[in-house]
């Protein structure tokens, strides 16, 4: 017997495949600066931990939830897109499994095996993973670092919307490039999706992640677009809950919930005593993201002024979530991020980055990027940048190892 | 802009398609006495519940855990099938978001997409969902009411293998029908498995729940097999913790493992505070289950008791789980499932079960039959058989409703 050609062929996560170096690492006593994963290390409420050490009653039950989740879960999700401005019921709400969930669900709803998806790359990289296991192709549209990652004019989607199009797919604010879409280009797809009669499926996990007071406008504020659009949410990041796994898909098109709904009875319920705690956290006062605001923009600020020391680097300073790709003058992100974990130490520290070949779907991009997330502190930051530099100079210096990377691919 | 065909046709999940005739019930004043769903009402074991409410600490993330799950969690279950008699080791189990999860990597493990799995039917309503999802055709093998649900011949299965079937998929002991496989019957699928090449799928989650001395046997016992047996299995009954979300696929075949983990990465992790509690429930003296088998058992025996005063009732007193397939004398389930909540009642009560033929792939199948679960105290379901069988009498004598269904067909 054999493995199927999708489990054989998904793409091995770009994040997590340098792990065996790492723990070598580790191992020869090095102290590493993670700027590879977007997880934060902002303490998750205490509303969440204390609803969920209260859960416990005597001779409970911990039995199935709804499918579509807790109502009171639906209903404080819908409250709070509604102090955004949004106007939401529970009923347009479905409480999924992660906003990994919500994704998969959403590439299901709008696509058939063999239909295609359009993403802007360097794009969150689990959609591919998503796509594969759907049978769904992803057809990219390349955004560059020159131009701070925004998208390119229409004709750019014109010229690759096919008869299989089925959705244009955005994150904003954009993981892995911090970028916020612009009302224009809001606008651009707004005319794209009602041309060619498209669903448009944004990825808003990062709302309140903007910096300098940019603003992140959602899809659900367009009305005639209501029937087109499918948001995917999480508390991951929003709540540093990244465990809990619990999201949502919103969508006020009936239709699409009514199948989400059969989607999500399959696999009959979303954690429940997760979904507990994230009702204590969404009915928190909006108030609690304004330290943490302040404080990833002091981090993006501090990781930004590191890097651009570097007259080699090519960075704009993004607007939103805690992310950046960066270029930089090297052939072989892939190589570099392997040298950095197995030769290059200072003081005893070295960085973890994420190469970006793995954030593009188109296989000659990114490998001159890496991805690096905010989520250390300022002083953290300002040292892992140094180390960074330090060490691609080196390796810049040392010619071999960027030219053996380089020819082997 | 359209739908997906996937997410259009995917089947309806008929145990909660009569939801909203219940609700009506439930306002006109009636007490349902529920058969229709496998919801355990045995309590949580402390020690999960324990575990929880601990695991708040000040300052704590709730960051992502592992992929394949908590080590700790992957150790308490091998350790737990090494009480069984089956050796494993933490690498033969990766940690899934329920049962469901396990069984939809499983599918897409083993299956592309237009690929065929042959499942003994009637079988658990949501592979149907499953392999809607995953673009996999599940060819049905038919059991029978008359011989205890136990598997057809080898050739029966021999007629339907063809180039793109995959895998064998088998559930014991068995939801719908409460029957456990024999040793004759795992020795015939071990030689189609062998002579074919297929994987074996087995879901082994109500392996507990067991009377009179019956004895499962866990395909992983074979170990010429190992490469080609991939188990489901889910904390989900075994420990009244449905609205956990954890289960686990375990094989002892690498390439399927490194498979699962990067579908598992793409979802990035399990439901982590569920996890926690899994962990303490699996570290449980196994002696916790003697009460719970003799309480399921007494409620199978009052069930089966109640049922069989009936001489048109065809019923075999299964051997595990804690469900039933009942042949009744009426025609069309569906149209009975209905007419007990909308059209009946006795002395202000009324019970809910779930029409047969949602759990057969066969279109003709299941019409005379319903499946009931003895999840409620024994007296509930001695009452419970009694307003069954006596609005079954009313539902024939008056006839009409019988033979209307049966023309709408």
Known sequence: MQISKRATTIQESPIRKLAPLMVLARQRGLAIHHLNIGQPDIPTPSPYLDAVAEYRRPGAVLSYGPSDGLPELRQAIADY??????????????????????????????ADHGDEIIIPEPFYTNYNGFASMA?????????????????PPAEAFERIISRRTKAILVCSPNNPTGTILTTTELGMLRELALRHGLFLIADEVYKEFTYEGAVHHSFLEMEDLAEQVIVIDSVSKRFSACGARVGCLI???????????KFAQ??????????????????MDPAYFDPIRGEYQARRDA?????????????????????????????????????????????????????GSGFYATPELGHDEIRVAYVLEVEKL???????????????SAGAAGQAGAAKR
């Open 135 to 151: 049978g769904v192709r992803v057809v990219p549209v390349t955004t560059r670092a020159e131009e701070g990652f925004h998208l």
């Open 382 to 396: 300002v040292r892992a940048s140094r180390i960074l530099l330090e060490g691609m100079e080196r390796y810049l």
């Open 251 to 261: 969508s006020r098109n009936r239709a699409v919930m009514e199948c989400a709904l």
């Open 303 to 355: 990781l930004y002024s590191g890097l651009t020391t570097h007259s080699g680097v090519v960075l704009r300073k993004p607007d939103g979530a805690f992310y950046m790709i960066v270029k930089l003058p090297v052939a072989d992100s892939d190589d570099f991020a392997r040298w950095l974990l197995s030769d290059w130490s200072l003081e005893g520290e070295t960085v973890m980055v994420a190469p």
């Open 81 to 110: 897109f509604g102090r955004y401005g949004v106007p939401l019921g529970a009923g347009d709400v479905l409480v999924t499994t992660g906003g990994s969930e919500a994704a998969f669900f959403a590439l299901n709803l709008v």
């Open 266 to 283: 399959a696999r009959l319920c979303p954690p429940t005593i997760e979904q507990v705690g994230a009702v204590a956290a969404y009915r």
